[in-house]
């Protein structure tokens, strides 16, 4: 495999279109039980906020070097103001469609002694004919850049999946997709696609053993049509289904504290090395030492170059 000092991104391009959102954090700390009710109370001492989502994804691209642009909707609010402002500091470009009828997605983890105590959720579902222009967005930018990311958290925001599938398969890019939900017809034709192994149990179905899984892997990849599918696997490490090979690969984590961002951090750095011409396998490789850095962080934190450098 190439070393990561060896890896330079810089020359890459990768357009970004998925559910976009705003992760703010509250820590603090818990010494007692609130007598209202069977809760901890939490005197807040910080606050952060964070890009969430496909928000998240540009983030972590961005931090690897690559060129990054992010198309997507949010609400004319405050939060989408902010959200727009951490992106542009990222250095993040953004191509946002405004639709006034719909709150910014934001979700809100409080948190005390490094732990997650709750998490709640501010979100609504965008105007399905709003986001048309959409289309054409993608169509003038994809053209133009070396890989495509569509990061699907089930909001809404990519209601003309399929649309701008079309597109990139005649474009002959490179497409790469975290999916959700349990139907994957819209994804026919990808590169790759990553889902966890819940997400995968909820298209394929258990298995029996290691055979079964392997069996229902190879199905799924290729009724889709898709070049490769990777399947993250926790603690487990990855499964890459490649060609006729199932190439296993051991996770990386050290100390897991906190698996939020996790699987962005696995497609973002994915579509950083194959949009700068490596190989899938390396890709995945590399992609997995990503994912086990930021999951011994708190948080959803960016990956950057450096720390994959130090860590391969």
Known sequence: MTTMNEINFSHARVLIVGDVMLDRYWFGDTTRISPEAPVPVVHVRQMQETPGGAANVAVNIANLGVKSTLLSVIGNDQDGQALEYLLHGCGVETLFLRDPALPTTVKLRIIARGQQIVRADFEGRPDHELLLPLINQFGDRSSSVDALVFSDYGKGGLA?????????????????????????????????????????????????????????????????????????????????????????????ARQVYDVSGAGDTVISTLAAAIAAGYDIETAARVANVAAGIVVGKVGTTPITLQELQSHV
């Open 160 to 252: 003309h999946l399929r649309s701008m599938m079309n597109c990139a398969l005649k474009s002959r890019k490179y497409i790469l997709i975290d999916p959700k939900g349990s139907d994957y017809s819209a994804y026919q034709g990808a590169t790759i696609i990553t889902p966890n192994l819940e997400e995968f149990a909820l298209v394929v179905g258990s298995w029996v053993d290691d055979a079964d899984f392997e069996r229902r892997a190879f199905k799924l990849r290729d009724e889709l049509d898709l070049t490769s599918l990777l399947v993250t696997r926790s603690e487990e490490g990855m499964s890459l289904f490649l060609g006729n090979r199932h190439v296993h690969i051991p996770t990386q």
